[in-house]
C-alpha cells in the first residue's frame, strides 16, 4: 500500500507560480510517480509523470515548458513547479503512484488532491 499527501495549492493571480508536494508513504519503492488534475465538469487529465529509476519526465502539452515534475526519492516527495500560471490551470490537483511512469489515469494509489486557483 502507499499513500499520497498532497500540499501547496492555493490562489494565484495569472503568470504567478505555485510549487505543489506529496509525500508517499508505505511501500513506496519503485513507483512513478504522476500529477493529474481535474477542473469542474471535466474529467481527471493527466498533467506531469516521472519514473522511478531514471527519472524520465513526460508532460501534456498544456504545461510544457510552464510546469516542472522533479521527485527526492530520500524524502519520499514528488514536486510539481507551476510557472507561468493562466486560469485554465484552475482545477483540483491529484498526486498519484504506479509502477510505470505512464500517461494514463489508472494510477494504483492516489492523494486526496489540493485547489489550485488561477485569478484572471
Known amino acids: 500500500q502507499v499513500q499520497l499527501v498532497e500540499s501547496g495549492g492555493g490562489l494565484v493571480q495569472a503568470g504567478g507560480s505555485l510549487k505543489l508536494s506529496c509525500v508517499a508513504s508505505g511501500r513506496t519503492f519503485g513507483y512513478a510517480m504522476g500529477w493529474f488534475r481535474q477542473a469542474p465538469g471535466k474529467e481527471r487529465e493527466f498533467v506531469a509523470t516521472?519514473?522511478?529509476?531514471?527519472?524520465?519526465?513526460f508532460y501534456a502539452d498544456s504545461v510544457k515548458g510552464r510546469f516542472t515534475i522533479s521527485r527526492d526519492n530520500a524524502k519520499n516527495t514528488v514536486y510539481l513547479q507551476m510557472n507561468s500560471l493562466k486560469p485554465e490551470d484552475t482545477a483540483v490537483y491529484y498526486c498519484?503512484?504506479?509502477?510505470?511512469?505512464?500517461?494514463?489515469?489508472?494510477?494504483?494509489?492516489w492523494g486526496q488532491g489540493t485547489q489550485v486557483t488561477v485569478s484572471s
Open positions: 516521472i519514473s522511478w529509476r531514471s527519472g524520465s519526465t
Open positions: 498519484a503512484a504506479d509502477r510505470l511512469a505512464h500517461l494514463g489515469t489508472d494510477y494504483d494509489y
